[in-house]
């Protein structure tokens, strides 16, 4: 049961991780970037 | 301090120096399109392993799918290192019975070697079988090594192209790293750890009759394959609880020097690789040089720290100066074949990059020796660092010096020829906020709840100490211990692997996003009004930055812990 639980917790971390990075991904959306050099 | 001492240092300096350029030079063929010396004997099995995977090595990945990818292969990594460690007592290759090791443990030593940590909370030479030590531990080191190098070449390559939508391909790449670079390094470096006196056996514990006439039981096993790889990739997992101050892992001075190199190698060569393939050598020279600086005075520290010895031993008029018959200051935790200066060096070495590996006992350091050891983490290990992860560490730290310049002059900053916009500048934020976040919070926690009090052994601002160095240690992906925390429990055991899956893939996600934005841009032909970025003044501006923005997150978490204990030991009171 223990072992169910831990190897959830692992799947479940590495899911969080791929979430992060849709937030990266919506991140570089955001950009708006003018270039401000002379 | 010892001329010899400072000769040994300068010796190591010397050879990680010579090595950076020839080692960059083949990670850039490695990396690039240029083939290798191997490719005729390595090609071949490289092509099977991708026939056999299923991959075509010539489709490059986006950003995003690159880190897909990276996440599936680490995913499968952890779990199968996690059962493996479960089952190891039903499994052969385990001549002394050892049974499975609890979940909590289990967990903690899966994440803490799929994330290139290596942080034990046991002993390997009690608790893990050979095939949890060869299958399990030395092909994770091999391949969050591999790992870590892919995504520092990514981001590279994300510097380097123009205009492009994708950053390679990591089972490339991971293959590749494997193959070409850590294998073929690691053979020589077994054969030499061998020649100096480390086992490479599956026979079983000896049991021998000692000169008193005692049976004693003396571990070894498949030590010097391990060795080669726990240094080379920034891993440090030693098979022996006491790790590189076991003589069976580190035997003489030689090998001290040699293991010293290896830690530093493949993180200092990828530095002149970057500058390779930017197009220019002297970019990497400056990210090589910033380095140096920092593992200089670092290494002076802890040198003079240890070599004056304890004050409270010297108000004893305990003799504590050096002499042919005594190597002097705070031998405590040292090993004599080592003395003050290659201790200093080893520890400097294998806390500056992200190995871990110790050839003395960091909790027996004095509280600035100590303080100086935990600082080198606290700057998110970019001196030198681990393989890959030190160059993109420190690319993260180019691109908020290069952005802070701009602030200044009003000017879109650049870096290598590419523009730094708000979108890079929040992601390299957020990469460089992930280590400190986990490190404080969660020492924070431990300090005021019961399961994280009781593994405490030391008192006072130490025992802070002992807590502050764990998460310090598990974020910044270094792996090496204090040893004054009973760390083996449930609350430790998750909340460390907790601290280390952030400090990894919270900071490896936004970086690979760098590269992919950074790879979509097109070059910049430098103008007057470009920073220079590999001169000295921006060498300056850059380690201004790394000290400001690395060190003083952490300031006031350092002077709760060693600087008021150093203080303390001056009016005489101990921890």
């Known amino acids: 049961m223990l072992d169910a639980i831990m190897l959830t917790l692992v799947l479940a971390s590495f899911a969080v991780v791929g979430a992060y990075a849709s937030l990266c991904e919506y991140l570089l959306g955001l950009d708006t970037d003018e270039d401000v050099s002379p | ?41 390595i090609g071949p099995v490289e092509d099977t392993l991708y026939r ?73 030479e009690t608790t893990l079988s050979y095939a949890s030590q060869m299958i399990g531990i030395t092909v994770q080191s091999f391949l969050s090594a591999a790992s870590g190098m892919a995504v520092a070449i990514a981001v590279i390559r994300g510097f380097a192209r ?32 061998i020649v100096e006196g480390v086992p490479q056996t599956l026979a079983p514990a000896a049991e021998v009759i000692t000169l008193e006439g005692r049976p004693q039981v003396i571990a070894r096993g498949p030590v010097a394959s391990q060795e080669a790889i726990k240094l080379l990739s920034g891993d440090g997992g030693g098979f022996f609880n006491a790790n590189s101050s076991h003589p069976f892992e580190d035997p003489t001075p030689l090998t001290n020097i040699v293991e010293a190199v290896l830690i530093f190698a493949l993180g200092a060569a990828l530095t002149n690789c970057f500058g390779r393939m930017v197009g220019s050598e002297r970019q990497g020279w400056v990210l090589f040089s910033v380095m140096a600086i920092l593992f200089g005075l670092g290494v002076s520290g802890i040198y003079a720290s240890e070599a004056r010895g304890n004050p409270a031993l010297t108000a004893l008029r305990v003799d504590e100066t050096v002499s042919s018959s005594a190597p002097g200051g705070n031998m405590e935790g040292k090993e004599v074949r080592f003395g003050i200066a290659g201790s200093a060096l080893f ?132 792996g090496s211990a204090f040893a004054g925390l009973s760390a083996n429990s449930p609350f430790y055991n998750l909340t460390l692997a907790l601290a280390m899956f ?14 992919g934005s950074l790879a979509a841009k097109d070059l910049v032909p430098p103008s007057a009004g470009t920073l220079a970025t590999d001169r000295a003044l921006f060498l300056c501006f850059l380690l201004g930055v790394i000290v400001i923005v690395g060190g003083l997150t952490y300031l006031p978490a350092l002077a709760l812990g060693p600087i008021i204990e150093h203080f303390q030991l001056l009016g005489g009171r101990l921890y």
């Open chain 2, 1 to 41: 301090m010892t001329s010899a001492g400072w000769l040994e240092i300068a010796l190591f300096a010397a050879i990680t120096g010579l090595l950076a350029r020839p080692l960059g030079g083949y990670l850039a063929r490695v990396y690039g399109d240029n083939g290798t010396p191997l490719q005729p004997l």
């Open chain 2, 52 to 124: 056999l995977a299923g991959i075509k090595p010539e489709i490059e990945q986006s950003w995003l799918r690159y880190t897909v990818s990276l996440l599936v292969f680490h995913a499968v990594g952890t779990v199968a290192l996690y059962s493996l460690l479960r089952l190891q007592g039903a499994l052969p290759l385990n001549p002394l019975g050892l049974g499975s090791i609890s979940q909590d443990l289990a967990l903690n030593t899966a994440v803490s070697f799929v994330t290139n940590t290596s942080w034990q909370s046991y002993s390997g």
């Open chain 2, 162 to 193: 123009r205009r492009s939508v994708t950053i390679g391909n990591f089972w490339v790449d991971l293959t590749r790293g494997t193959l070409y670079v850590l294998v073929p390094i690691c053979v020589i470096a077994s054969v030499f750890l």
């Open chain 2, 347 to 478: 520890a400097e070495a294998s806390t500056a990059s992200s190995d871990g590996a110790v050839n003395a006992m960091h909790e027996s350091s004095s509280p600035l020796g100590g303080g100086i050891l935990l600082a080198n983490m606290m700057v998110d290990e970019v001196i030198i660092g681990g393989p890959g992860s030190g160059l993109y560490g420190m690319l993260l730290f180019c691109i908020v010096a290069v952005f802070m310049a701009g602030l200044m002059i009003g000017r879109t900053p650049e870096y290598v020829g590419k523009k730094i916009g708000s979108s890079e500048m929040k992601l390299a934020i957020l990469a460089l906020i992930a280590v400190p976040a986990a490190t404080l919070g969660l020492t924070a926690i431990a300090c005021v709840v019961q399961p994280g009090l009781a593994a405490l052994t030391n008192a006072g601002p130490h025992g802070y100490s002992d807590i502050l160095y764990a998460y310090t240690s598990a974020a910044a992906t270094n």
């Open chain 2, 502 to 515: 952030v400090g990894r893939f919270f900071v490896i996600v936004p970086v690979l996003a760098i590269a």
